[in-house]
Protein backbone atom coordinates (compact mmCIF):
# COMPACT_ATOMS: atom_id res chain seq x y z
CA UNK A 1 0.00 0.00 0.00
CA UNK A 2 3.49 2.44 0.80
CA UNK A 3 4.48 2.08 -2.66
CA UNK A 4 1.22 2.19 -4.43
CA UNK A 5 0.54 5.76 -2.13
CA UNK A 6 4.44 7.09 -3.91
CA UNK A 7 3.69 6.04 -7.01
CA UNK A 8 0.37 8.01 -7.28
CA UNK A 9 2.55 10.80 -5.53
CA UNK A 10 5.13 10.61 -7.57
CA UNK A 11 2.51 10.88 -10.74
CA UNK A 12 1.00 14.09 -9.31
CA UNK A 13 4.52 15.53 -8.65
CA UNK A 14 5.35 14.85 -12.96
CA UNK A 15 2.47 16.33 -13.74
CA UNK A 16 2.30 19.49 -11.96
CA UNK A 17 5.68 19.41 -12.98
CA UNK A 18 4.62 19.55 -16.86
CA UNK A 19 1.86 21.87 -16.42
CA UNK A 20 4.82 24.30 -14.92
CA UNK A 21 7.13 24.60 -17.69
CA UNK A 22 4.02 24.16 -20.03
CA UNK A 23 2.67 27.70 -21.94
CA UNK A 24 -0.06 29.17 -19.64
CA UNK A 25 -2.19 29.01 -23.09
CA UNK A 26 -1.33 27.48 -26.35
CA UNK A 27 -3.12 30.16 -28.91
CA UNK A 28 -2.71 31.02 -32.78
CA UNK A 29 -2.36 33.85 -34.54
CA UNK A 30 -2.95 35.07 -38.00
CA UNK A 31 -1.22 37.13 -40.36
CA UNK A 32 -0.39 38.49 -44.02
CA UNK A 33 1.39 40.74 -45.87
CA UNK A 34 5.59 40.94 -47.28
CA UNK A 35 6.00 38.03 -49.27
CA UNK A 36 9.34 39.47 -48.68
CA UNK A 37 9.91 38.42 -44.77
CA UNK A 38 8.59 35.01 -45.61
CA UNK A 39 11.63 32.95 -45.98
CA UNK A 40 12.26 34.02 -42.71
CA UNK A 41 8.63 33.40 -40.94
CA UNK A 42 8.25 30.09 -42.74
CA UNK A 43 11.88 28.99 -41.11
CA UNK A 44 11.65 30.35 -38.18
CA UNK A 45 7.60 30.14 -37.07
CA UNK A 46 8.63 26.09 -36.40
CA UNK A 47 10.55 27.14 -34.01
CA UNK A 48 8.20 29.69 -32.44
CA UNK A 49 5.45 26.89 -32.02
CA UNK A 50 8.21 24.67 -30.22
CA UNK A 51 9.22 27.03 -27.82
CA UNK A 52 6.10 28.65 -27.00
CA UNK A 53 3.28 26.18 -27.98
CA UNK A 54 1.64 29.23 -30.38
CA UNK A 55 1.29 28.44 -33.78
CA UNK A 56 1.78 31.40 -36.14
CA UNK A 57 -0.37 31.44 -39.62
CA UNK A 58 1.34 33.62 -42.40
CA UNK A 59 -0.09 34.45 -45.87
CA UNK A 60 2.33 36.05 -48.24
CA UNK A 61 0.27 37.84 -50.50
CA UNK A 62 2.60 41.12 -50.84
CA UNK A 63 2.97 44.10 -48.34
CA UNK A 64 0.05 45.94 -50.36
CA UNK A 65 -2.56 43.21 -48.99
CA UNK A 66 -1.13 42.92 -46.01
CA UNK A 67 -1.64 46.65 -45.14
CA UNK A 68 -4.67 46.70 -46.67
CA UNK A 69 -5.80 43.26 -44.58
CA UNK A 70 -4.33 44.82 -41.26
CA UNK A 71 -6.33 48.38 -41.41
CA UNK A 72 -9.49 46.23 -42.39
CA UNK A 73 -8.70 44.36 -38.95
CA UNK A 74 -8.56 40.95 -40.74
CA UNK A 75 -5.68 39.64 -39.17
CA UNK A 76 -4.08 39.65 -36.26
CA UNK A 77 -0.34 41.12 -37.51
CA UNK A 78 1.14 41.43 -40.71
CA UNK A 79 4.41 42.55 -42.59
CA UNK A 80 5.13 45.28 -44.95
CA UNK A 81 8.26 46.43 -46.74
CA UNK A 82 7.01 49.99 -46.66
CA UNK A 83 5.05 52.47 -44.54
CA UNK A 84 1.50 53.25 -44.95
CA UNK A 85 0.87 56.37 -47.58
CA UNK A 86 -2.83 56.52 -46.86
CA UNK A 87 -5.08 54.74 -45.33
CA UNK A 88 -3.61 53.78 -42.00
CA UNK A 89 -5.68 52.72 -38.94
CA UNK A 90 -5.13 54.80 -36.00
CA UNK A 91 -4.67 51.81 -33.30
CA UNK A 92 -1.49 50.68 -34.64
CA UNK A 93 2.55 50.37 -34.59
CA UNK A 94 5.35 49.66 -36.91
CA UNK A 95 8.16 47.33 -35.31
CA UNK A 96 11.02 47.08 -37.35
CA UNK A 97 12.26 43.14 -36.85
CA UNK A 98 13.45 42.37 -40.19
CA UNK A 99 16.07 43.43 -42.15
CA UNK A 100 17.54 42.06 -45.26
CA UNK A 101 18.76 42.72 -49.05
CA UNK A 102 17.51 43.48 -51.96
CA UNK A 103 18.98 40.82 -54.61
CA UNK A 104 19.40 41.40 -57.92
CA UNK A 105 19.59 37.93 -59.50
CA UNK A 106 20.17 36.62 -62.91
CA UNK A 107 20.39 33.72 -65.15
CA UNK A 108 23.31 33.38 -67.31
CA UNK A 109 24.62 29.94 -67.62
CA UNK A 110 27.67 30.83 -69.66
CA UNK A 111 29.25 33.84 -67.54
CA UNK A 112 31.24 32.08 -64.48
CA UNK A 113 32.37 35.23 -63.19
CA UNK A 114 29.75 37.84 -60.74
CA UNK A 115 28.30 40.88 -62.96
CA UNK A 116 28.95 44.16 -61.65
CA UNK A 117 26.09 46.85 -61.46
CA UNK A 118 25.85 50.21 -60.82
CA UNK A 119 22.75 52.34 -59.98
CA UNK A 120 23.11 53.79 -63.53
CA UNK A 121 23.06 50.48 -65.54
CA UNK A 122 20.36 48.75 -63.22
CA UNK A 123 17.73 52.09 -63.73
CA UNK A 124 18.45 51.70 -67.46
CA UNK A 125 17.84 47.95 -67.54
CA UNK A 126 14.62 47.97 -65.38
CA UNK A 127 13.65 50.84 -67.71
CA UNK A 128 13.70 49.12 -70.69
CA UNK A 129 16.49 51.42 -72.27
CA UNK A 130 19.59 48.36 -71.86
CA UNK A 131 17.94 45.29 -73.55
CA UNK A 132 21.27 43.27 -74.18
CA UNK A 133 23.23 41.45 -71.92
CA UNK A 134 26.40 42.61 -74.84
CA UNK A 135 25.41 46.58 -74.14
CA UNK A 136 28.45 49.41 -74.21
CA UNK A 137 27.00 50.31 -70.42
CA UNK A 138 26.94 47.01 -69.28
CA UNK A 139 30.87 46.54 -70.40
CA UNK A 140 32.02 49.62 -69.29
CA UNK A 141 31.05 48.58 -65.59
CA UNK A 142 32.14 45.14 -65.70
CA UNK A 143 35.73 45.53 -67.23
CA UNK A 144 38.52 47.53 -65.16
CA UNK A 145 39.46 46.96 -61.07
CA UNK A 146 36.31 46.84 -58.85
CA UNK A 147 36.88 47.00 -54.58
CA UNK A 148 35.06 44.75 -52.30
CA UNK A 149 34.97 44.81 -48.85
CA UNK A 150 35.62 41.47 -46.39
CA UNK A 151 33.28 41.55 -43.33
CA UNK A 152 34.72 40.45 -39.81
CA UNK A 153 32.66 37.31 -38.83
CA UNK A 154 31.97 34.87 -36.13
CA UNK A 155 31.06 31.94 -35.40
CA UNK A 156 27.51 30.80 -33.06
CA UNK A 157 26.00 27.79 -31.70
CA UNK A 158 22.19 27.17 -32.36
CA UNK A 159 19.72 24.62 -32.07
CA UNK A 160 19.07 22.43 -35.76
CA UNK A 161 14.60 21.23 -36.50
CA UNK A 162 16.19 17.87 -34.54
CA UNK A 163 17.74 19.66 -31.19
CA UNK A 164 21.18 18.89 -32.19
CA UNK A 165 23.31 22.03 -31.92
CA UNK A 166 25.21 23.06 -34.92
CA UNK A 167 27.55 25.74 -35.71
CA UNK A 168 27.15 28.61 -38.27
CA UNK A 169 28.64 31.71 -39.56
CA UNK A 170 27.22 35.14 -38.76
CA UNK A 171 28.57 38.85 -38.74
CA UNK A 172 30.49 40.33 -36.11
CA UNK A 173 28.66 43.52 -34.77
CA UNK A 174 29.58 46.00 -32.44
CA UNK A 175 27.25 47.60 -29.86
CA UNK A 176 25.75 49.96 -32.36
CA UNK A 177 24.31 47.13 -34.97
CA UNK A 178 27.23 48.14 -37.46
CA UNK A 179 29.75 45.49 -38.97
CA UNK A 180 33.69 45.46 -38.99
CA UNK A 181 35.10 46.03 -42.36
CA UNK A 182 38.68 43.98 -42.52
CA UNK A 183 39.60 44.60 -45.84
CA UNK A 184 39.20 45.35 -49.20
CA UNK A 185 39.79 42.82 -52.07
CA UNK A 186 40.85 44.68 -55.38
CA UNK A 187 39.24 42.21 -58.13
CA UNK A 188 40.32 43.04 -61.77
CA UNK A 189 37.21 42.49 -63.60
CA UNK A 190 36.78 41.18 -67.21
CA UNK A 191 33.65 39.79 -67.34
CA UNK A 192 32.40 38.62 -70.84
CA UNK A 193 28.89 39.22 -71.52
CA UNK A 194 26.95 37.42 -74.42
CA UNK A 195 24.76 38.68 -77.02
CA UNK A 196 21.93 37.95 -75.08
CA UNK A 197 18.44 39.56 -74.79
CA UNK A 198 17.44 40.83 -71.25
CA UNK A 199 14.05 39.70 -69.82
CA UNK A 200 12.93 42.13 -66.99
CA UNK A 201 10.64 40.25 -64.38
CA UNK A 202 8.80 42.49 -61.96
CA UNK A 203 6.05 42.58 -59.06
CA UNK A 204 2.90 42.50 -60.70
CA UNK A 205 1.19 43.40 -57.58
CA UNK A 206 1.68 45.64 -55.32
CA UNK A 207 5.21 45.02 -53.63
CA UNK A 208 6.75 46.56 -50.63
CA UNK A 209 10.11 45.58 -52.30
CA UNK A 210 9.01 46.97 -55.47
CA UNK A 211 8.42 50.30 -53.54
CA UNK A 212 11.99 50.06 -52.20
CA UNK A 213 13.38 49.31 -55.29
CA UNK A 214 12.12 52.01 -57.22
CA UNK A 215 12.82 53.95 -54.03
CA UNK A 216 16.57 53.56 -54.80
CA UNK A 217 16.68 54.06 -58.52
CA UNK A 218 15.38 57.51 -57.85
CA UNK A 219 17.55 58.53 -54.64
CA UNK A 220 20.42 56.65 -56.12
CA UNK A 221 20.42 58.34 -59.37
CA UNK A 222 19.35 61.99 -58.55
CA UNK A 223 22.29 63.35 -58.33
CA UNK A 224 24.33 63.00 -61.24
CA UNK A 225 21.36 61.20 -63.39
CA UNK A 226 17.77 62.27 -62.08
CA UNK A 227 16.26 61.72 -65.62
CA UNK A 228 16.73 57.99 -65.67
CA UNK A 229 14.45 57.44 -63.67
CA UNK A 230 12.36 60.53 -62.54
CA UNK A 231 8.91 59.16 -60.85
CA UNK A 232 8.75 59.05 -56.68
CA UNK A 233 8.18 55.17 -55.76
CA UNK A 234 4.93 53.27 -55.73
CA UNK A 235 3.86 50.31 -54.72
CA UNK A 236 2.93 48.70 -57.96
CA UNK A 237 6.32 48.59 -59.84
CA UNK A 238 5.06 49.49 -63.44
CA UNK A 239 3.66 52.86 -62.03
CA UNK A 240 7.33 53.95 -60.85
CA UNK A 241 8.48 53.18 -64.05
CA UNK A 242 9.15 55.87 -66.24
CA UNK A 243 8.14 54.01 -69.37
CA UNK A 244 4.70 52.19 -70.47
CA UNK A 245 5.66 48.95 -70.09
CA UNK A 246 2.97 47.02 -72.61
CA UNK A 247 5.67 48.60 -75.34
CA UNK A 248 8.14 46.84 -73.84
CA UNK A 249 8.38 43.25 -75.32
CA UNK A 250 11.17 42.22 -73.37
CA UNK A 251 8.89 43.00 -69.92
CA UNK A 252 7.54 40.30 -67.68
CA UNK A 253 4.92 40.75 -64.82
CA UNK A 254 4.66 37.80 -62.14
CA UNK A 255 2.86 37.96 -58.83
CA UNK A 256 5.10 37.83 -55.50
CA UNK A 257 8.97 36.89 -54.62
CA UNK A 258 9.09 33.06 -55.76
CA UNK A 259 7.17 33.84 -58.79
CA UNK A 260 9.86 36.21 -60.21
CA UNK A 261 12.45 34.46 -59.40
CA UNK A 262 11.40 31.04 -60.36
CA UNK A 263 10.73 33.02 -63.92
CA UNK A 264 14.24 34.15 -63.85
CA UNK A 265 15.25 30.63 -63.41
CA UNK A 266 13.44 29.53 -66.15
CA UNK A 267 14.53 32.23 -68.65
CA UNK A 268 18.11 32.75 -70.14
CA UNK A 269 19.05 36.01 -70.06
CA UNK A 270 16.21 37.50 -67.36
CA UNK A 271 16.92 39.28 -64.38
CA UNK A 272 14.58 40.66 -61.42
CA UNK A 273 14.75 41.88 -58.11
CA UNK A 274 13.69 39.83 -54.91
CA UNK A 275 15.25 38.82 -51.30
CA UNK A 276 18.43 36.87 -51.62
CA UNK A 277 17.06 33.86 -50.02
CA UNK A 278 14.56 33.19 -53.12
CA UNK A 279 18.59 33.69 -55.38
CA UNK A 280 19.71 30.55 -53.24
CA UNK A 281 16.67 28.63 -53.30
CA UNK A 282 16.65 28.81 -57.39
CA UNK A 283 20.34 28.54 -57.41
CA UNK A 284 20.80 32.05 -59.32
CA UNK A 285 24.07 34.23 -59.11
CA UNK A 286 23.56 37.41 -57.42
CA UNK A 287 25.17 40.95 -59.17
CA UNK A 288 27.34 43.26 -56.76
CA UNK A 289 25.79 46.63 -56.45
CA UNK A 290 28.15 49.66 -56.28
CA UNK A 291 27.82 51.82 -53.32
CA UNK A 292 27.99 55.78 -52.75
CA UNK A 293 31.63 55.06 -51.71
CA UNK A 294 32.53 53.56 -54.73
CA UNK A 295 32.61 50.30 -53.48
CA UNK A 296 31.18 47.01 -55.32
CA UNK A 297 29.28 44.83 -52.47
CA UNK A 298 27.38 41.72 -52.51
CA UNK A 299 24.01 41.56 -51.16
CA UNK A 300 24.69 40.08 -47.63
CA UNK A 301 23.10 40.35 -43.77
CA UNK A 302 26.49 43.03 -43.17
CA UNK A 303 26.31 45.03 -45.77
CA UNK A 304 22.61 45.34 -45.10
CA UNK A 305 23.81 46.46 -40.86
CA UNK A 306 26.51 48.80 -42.65
CA UNK A 307 23.65 50.75 -44.86
CA UNK A 308 20.94 50.68 -42.27
CA UNK A 309 23.36 52.42 -39.69
CA UNK A 310 24.15 55.32 -41.63
CA UNK A 311 19.80 55.96 -41.73
CA UNK A 312 17.53 57.54 -39.47
CA UNK A 313 15.19 56.04 -37.15
CA UNK A 314 12.16 58.00 -37.22
CA UNK A 315 9.66 58.39 -34.46
CA UNK A 316 6.96 55.88 -35.42
CA UNK A 317 9.61 52.86 -35.79
CA UNK A 318 10.26 53.62 -39.56
CA UNK A 319 13.47 53.99 -40.97
CA UNK A 320 14.41 56.49 -43.83
CA UNK A 321 17.94 55.82 -45.81
CA UNK A 322 20.23 58.06 -48.04
CA UNK A 323 21.42 56.25 -50.90
CA UNK A 324 24.06 58.84 -51.80
CA UNK A 325 25.73 58.77 -48.18
CA UNK A 326 28.92 57.37 -48.48
CA UNK A 327 29.21 54.28 -45.48
CA UNK A 328 31.94 51.81 -46.33
CA UNK A 329 30.93 48.20 -46.91
CA UNK A 330 27.40 49.48 -47.24
CA UNK A 331 24.86 47.30 -49.48
CA UNK A 332 22.93 50.38 -51.08
CA UNK A 333 19.80 47.89 -51.58
CA UNK A 334 19.18 47.02 -47.97
CA UNK A 335 15.78 47.64 -46.32
CA UNK A 336 14.05 47.58 -43.06
CA UNK A 337 10.66 45.77 -43.09
CA UNK A 338 7.99 45.90 -40.73
CA UNK A 339 5.93 43.99 -38.84
CA UNK A 340 2.48 45.78 -37.94
CA UNK A 341 0.64 45.49 -34.23
CA UNK A 342 -2.74 46.72 -32.80
CA UNK A 343 -1.97 48.67 -30.10
CA UNK A 344 -5.58 48.30 -28.97
CA UNK A 345 -8.71 46.26 -30.29
CA UNK A 346 -7.75 42.54 -29.75
CA UNK A 347 -7.75 40.03 -26.80
CA UNK A 348 -5.33 40.33 -24.11
CA UNK A 349 -4.19 36.51 -25.73
CA UNK A 350 -4.14 37.73 -28.87
CA UNK A 351 -1.72 40.64 -28.53
CA UNK A 352 0.44 38.78 -25.96
CA UNK A 353 1.23 36.11 -28.69
CA UNK A 354 1.85 38.81 -31.56
CA UNK A 355 4.14 40.71 -29.13
CA UNK A 356 6.19 37.38 -27.90
CA UNK A 357 6.08 36.95 -31.42
CA UNK A 358 8.06 39.98 -32.74
CA UNK A 359 10.57 39.77 -30.03
CA UNK A 360 11.44 35.92 -31.23
CA UNK A 361 11.74 37.21 -35.06
CA UNK A 362 13.91 40.37 -33.70
CA UNK A 363 16.15 37.79 -31.17
CA UNK A 364 16.32 34.54 -32.14
CA UNK A 365 15.20 33.78 -36.19
CA UNK A 366 18.46 35.80 -37.76
CA UNK A 367 20.81 33.88 -35.78
CA UNK A 368 18.92 30.42 -36.53
CA UNK A 369 19.04 30.70 -39.88
CA UNK A 370 21.89 33.46 -41.40
CA UNK A 371 21.44 31.42 -44.70
CA UNK A 372 18.82 33.04 -45.45
CA UNK A 373 20.38 36.86 -45.60
CA UNK A 374 18.83 38.41 -42.88
CA UNK A 375 20.40 40.74 -40.57
CA UNK A 376 20.97 40.66 -36.69
CA UNK A 377 19.17 43.96 -36.00
CA UNK A 378 21.30 45.57 -32.91
CA UNK A 379 21.72 48.79 -31.71
CA UNK A 380 19.72 51.92 -31.55
CA UNK A 381 16.94 50.33 -34.16
CA UNK A 382 16.87 47.40 -31.49
CA UNK A 383 15.95 49.70 -28.96
CA UNK A 384 13.12 51.01 -31.49
CA UNK A 385 12.08 48.08 -32.14
CA UNK A 386 11.94 46.21 -28.44
CA UNK A 387 10.01 49.85 -27.28
CA UNK A 388 7.63 49.73 -30.39
CA UNK A 389 6.76 46.03 -29.79
CA UNK A 390 5.79 47.22 -25.76
CA UNK A 391 3.00 49.03 -27.30
CA UNK A 392 1.29 45.71 -28.73
CA UNK A 393 -1.21 45.83 -25.97
Known amino acids: MKNRKKIVFSAIVTSLALISTSPAFAGAINGSGATFASPLIDSCKVDFAKDSGHTVNYTAGGSSKGRSDFTANLVDFAGSDAPYTSGAPANFVYAPVYAAPIAIMYNLPTVKSPVYLDEAVLAQIFAGE ?21 YKTKKITVKDKNGKNVSKTVPALDKNGNPTVTKYTTVEVNTNLPNLPITVYYRSEGSGTSENFARYLKGANAAKNPDLWPKAQSSTFINAMPINVSTKFNFQGASGSAAVSAGVAGKVGAITYSELSFATDNKLPTALIKNASGEYVAPSAAGVSAFLGGGTINANGTVDVDFTKKIPGAYSL ?44 TGALYDKAKAQIALIK
Open 334 to 377: GITSYGLGYTSGKSAETQKIVAEWYTYLLDKCPGKYPEKGFSQI
Open 130 to 150: ITNWNDPALKTVNDGTVKVPV
